[in-house]
């Protein structure tokens, strides 16, 4: 069920065509084509009808020939099937021999040659019974939107290929092929994957951008100094960035996991670019002090000297900490071990980085000596930046704010070692007993974007019923203003990775972006402007939250009969690999 990365449905607009033609149009236009494209393993359909030639036998007629239904079995079989003859050669070359056989309409099938009578008359399938169209036997059904059976198709992608190519080639293949579906039929993406990991890699980014600036905006606000904020800019986006390079040599993608271990190891580079730029000022506001008696660039090296060593080593030693994920197995290794990786090879670039081009940007955007040229307000302005100013910490309004405050803190603790030790170790006991009552879970959950909801029923429903049961819990989840597809699926399609029974419903909800989901009041409702509201939406949402939003469907959803789940696609089929079990208990 992982390998499920994008499914789709048929619709058909103009009225025209039946679920047979959809289902047709399926299994010999669509399938075909997605399944040479590379990375797909097989394409699942679900859905609609299949058509079948049946032989409808009529037992009088096969007694009075003396015939039994093993002999129409083997005359049938025989009778649709191609054959290869040698070779023949003709005008000096060769020719492969073949014989086409297989039926293309009901006649060839009522025409194929079952024995022959005491007369030596020849004895036909039409004459012990009729050849008719009819549909294949079902054992799963799909809705899309409640309005009623559609036809559906899974793209199942091949084990270790990269989700989002294969995603964009399945895209581009259904643009290319889109020309060729009958009239008034289109495909209509439903779940797709690719949102997901192209959400992730945007809030990589964001979160990169954040980090970035929140540094900048500390050092600017305790040195007051623009170019020291200028550097870890620098220097952290290009850790990041020169950490693809081990990536790619090593095939490690970007998905969920990789991206999280380059969002644990910034952390780790903006303590070391803090220290470093903390040193740096502190030396430079000795030397001010001390009457500027040598150059600069010998205290900033001084400087980065005494701190690079041990920051390269700490660096290191963080990156260590992490290579016991990689003796993983399994399922485990699997899911962590991209997270070690992406994580050990970020901390390794920024140690080096450290002793490398930090010191050198420190050099180069350390300048003491103010500029003098013309028009004097733009002289000013690049001093400003460019230069800038060493200002004491002594002076410093929000350090000497903090000094007030840390400093008789810190001389009690030391005056009164013994309490202040006591005191940590009954904070450290008392947090033994809230330890055992959190509980445990083996991956934290991940806030896919879309929901599956999977409820079970009696066994031994029919497919009718199933599809009527479906559609009922697909038309009251389309309700919800939140929600903006619905497909869903009862029993199994034709693949061997869905073992559903019909009485398993599965039906996957995708969701509108979090932006459109209907609004509660907050704190900042009424004042706070649109500019501003982004931005305290993180501390307190102002839209109805995920699990809301599951009770309200949770409520409208109880049907007799049903017991109600609910999960997400990736996370579902990870409990089931894992567990065997649909939900958590």
């Not at 084509?33 to 009529?58: C, M, T």
């Not at 037992?59 to 054959?83: C, F, K």
């Not at 540094?215 to 550097?231: C, D, G, M, R, T």
């Not at 485990?332 to 992406?342: D, H, Q, S, V």
Request: one cysteine or more; hydrophobic letters at 45%.
């Amino acid at each position: 069920g992982l390998g499920w990365i994008f499914q789709y449905a048929l619709v058909d607009k103009s009225g025209k065509h039946s679920l047979a033609d959809l289902r047709a149009c399926q299994d010999w236009y669509l399938r075909y084509h997605l399944k040479s494209v590379p990375g797909v393993a097989e394409v699942a359909p679900i859905g609609g009808f299949s058509k079948q030639y049946q032989v409808n036998v009529d037992p009088n007629r096969l007694q009075a020939y003396g015939l039994s239904i093993a002999n129409v079995v083997d005359a049938v079989r025989g009778g649709n099937i191609e054959t290869g003859g040698r070779l023949i050669e003709f005008g000096g070359a060769e020719y492969m021999v073949r014989g086409r056989g297989y039926a293309a309409s009901l006649a060839d099938f009522e025409n194929i040659l079952l024995s022959s009578g005491e007369d030596g008359a020849p004895i036909r399938i039409k004459d012990i019974g009729k050849v008719v169209l009819g549909p294949d036997l079902r054992r799963g059904v799909a809705d899309l939107d409640g309005t009623g059976e559609a036809v559906s198709g899974i793209v199942v992608m091949r084990q270790g290929q990269n989700a989002l190519d294969v995603i964009e080639r399945v895209k581009a293949k259904l643009q290319q092929i889109a020309p060729g579906l009958p009239d008034g039929v289109f495909v209509t993406p439903v779940y797709d994957r690719s949102e997901l990991i192209l959400r992730a890699i945007a809030n990589l980014k964001t979160t990169l951008i954040e980090v970035v600036v929140v540094v900048a905006l500390v050092i600017l606000l305790f040195l007051w100094h623009i170019p020291s904020a200028l550097i870890p800019m620098i220097t952290i986006p290009t850790t990041v960035l020169l950490a693809f390079i081990p990536f790619q040599w090593m095939g490690v993608s970007a998905n969920i996991m990789s991206l999280g271990g380059i969002a644990i190891a910034v952390g780790a580079m903006v303590d070391a670019a803090i220290v470093v730029v903390e040193q740096t000022h502190k030396k430079l506001e000795e030397w001010e002090h001390g009457g500027r008696r040598e150059d600069c660039q010998t205290v900033i090296v001084r400087a980065v000297k005494q701190v690079a060593g041990p920051s390269f080593f700490s660096l290191l030693v963080i990156a260590v900490s992490f290579l016991p994920i990689l003796t993983l197995e399994a399922q485990e290794g699997r899911l962590f071990k991209p997270l070690a990786y992406t994580k050990t090879l970020s901390m390794i670039v920024a140690a080096f980085l450290a002793i490398t081009l930090d010191p050198a940007l420190r050099l180069t955007f350390t300048h003491l000596r103010n500029f003098n040229f013309r028009p004097r307000w733009l002289c000013r302005a690049t001093n400003a930046v460019v230069v800038g100013a060493i200002h004491s910490e002594e002076k410093h309004p929000i350090s000497q704010m903090l000094i007030r405050i840390y400093r008789p803190a810190a001389e009690w603790s030391l005056r009164w070692k013994g309490v202040a030790f006591a005191a940590a170790l009954a904070l450290m006991v008392g947090t033994v007993p809230v330890f055992f009552k959190l509980g445990s879970e083996f991956m934290p959950t991940l806030d896919e974007g879309s929901l599956l909801y999977m409820p079970s029923t009696m066994p031994g429903i029919s497919i009718g019923e199933a599809q009527q049961l479906l559609q009922a819990t697909d038309r009251i989840i389309k309700q919800f203003p939140e929600v903006e597809r619905v497909l869903g699926k009862a029993g199994r399609a034709e693949t061997s990775t869905d073992p559903a029974p019909l009485s398993m419903l599965e039906t996957v909800i995708i969701l509108r972006p979090k932006e459109q989901w209907r609004s509660v009041d907050t704190w900042f409702s009424a004042w706070a402007p649109g500019w501003l509201k982004p931005v305290l939406r993180r501390f307190s949402p102002d839209h109805i939250s995920r699990e809301e939003l599951v009770s309200q469907m949770n409520e409208a959803l109880r049907l007799p009969g049903l017991a109600n789940g609910w999960t997400m696609p990736i996370k579902g089929r990870i409990d089931m690999l894992t567990t065997g079990i649909r939900t958590p208990v």
